[in-house]
């Protein structure tokens, strides 16, 4: 797989043609693997690619409004590869990008960027300066530069249409069974693991604090089922996603403890894999029930997870 992480202008002449599909793909939900799928299973000869954006387009519209990502820009690059995709462009957004009209957009990364012949997108697709570019925009661009236009239902599921909005929502209000339906797997988070105040330890259940790229959401405050993911091995684990009310601090703070395991993990990569919110995050009045309260939510976890 290539990536290219470059202003169009600056992209290598194309030398084969391509199917493309352009968008954030922000948590590579359901919806957009079906959009991956369909331009993977259509392009024949055609080299398959993705055209995406970052930073996410509306931190540079709205500054201060953008959602919180579902995932890193990596391991959205990681997803999208995964679904057999051959070349991934991501596109720096700034003003430039974002003022080139439907037109110009078409030409320069389309047509001229990468010798579009098919255009896989979703029904509710806009592109160009203030969205102006609908999907019948880009079918008569497409007439204009030589690709066709195919475009995909969106996709339905338990919880209303698939989205990166809907996704999101699940996930802030900690509803992880929800979120896994619209992400078809359990959300993530991945980070170093980092020295923290050694609560967890006191009370006889060592955690490890993750240190979290602040651009991504987190699950709502509380405690959760999860899987930690570690040198490619899954281990049952209890976190505690929030700010530990019980001794007045106020940083937010994702911690782990991994059932019966003793490794220090200071300065290791570990991923956490959302199972299921066990309680929200509560305020005790001792040290000795919170740690009476920790061995019933371990209990609950091992059920939850077969451990």
């Known amino acids: 797989m290539n990536v290219w992480r470059d202003d169009p202008r600056n992209w290598p002449l194309p030398t084969v043609a391509s199917a493309v599909t352009v968008g954030v793909f922000d948590g590579v939900h359901l919806g957009h693997q079906a959009i991956l799928a369909e331009l993977t299973a259509r392009a024949g ?5 993705v055209v995406t954006f970052d930073p996410h387009p509306r931190a540079i519209i709205t500054p201060g409004a953008a ?26 957004f700034g ?61 339905s599921g338990n919880t209303g249409v698939v989205s990166s909005t809907l996704a999101r929502s699940a996930i802030a209000e900690g509803r992880m069974q929800a979120a896994a339906e619209i992400l078809g797997r359990p959300f993530e988070l991945t980070g170093l693991v980092v020295e923290g105040e050694h609560r967890g330890q006191q009370l006889g259940f060592p955690t490890a604090n993750l240190a979290v790229p602040p651009e991504l959401v987190f699950p709502g405050r509380g405690v959760y089922a999860a899987e930690a993911v570690l040198e490619a091995k899954r281990l049952p684990a209890v976190v505690n996603v ?18 019966d395991f003793e ?17 929200d995050e509560m305020k005790f009045a001792s040290a000795a029930e919170l740690a009476s309260q920790i061995a019933i939510d371990i209990k609950k976890a091992r059920k939850l997870l077969g451990a």
């Open 45 to 49: 000869k055609l080299t398959s690619a």
């Open 67 to 92: 959602p919180r990502l579902i995932t890193t820009l990596g391991r959205r690059i990681e997803l999208i590869g995964e679904a057999g995709i051959g070349q991934i462009a991501v596109v720096p």
């Open 95 to 155: 003003d430039r990008i974002r003022n080139l009209t439907p037109d110009e957009f078409c030409r320069e990364v389309l047509a001229d960027g990468l010798r579009a012949r098919l255009v896989v997108v979703g029904e509710d697709f806009h592109f160009g300066r203030d969205r102006s570019g609908s999907v019948e925009v880009l079918r008569r661009l497409g007439d204009h530069f030589g690709f066709e236009v195919d475009v995909i239902d969106l996709l």
């Open 242 to 259: 929030g700010v530990r009310p019980t001794f007045a601090e106020t940083a937010e703070t994702v911690e782990a403890h991994i059932l």
């Open 263 to 279: 490794r220090s993990l200071y300065g290791t990569r570990l991923g956490l894999e959302f199972v299921s919110r066990l309680r």
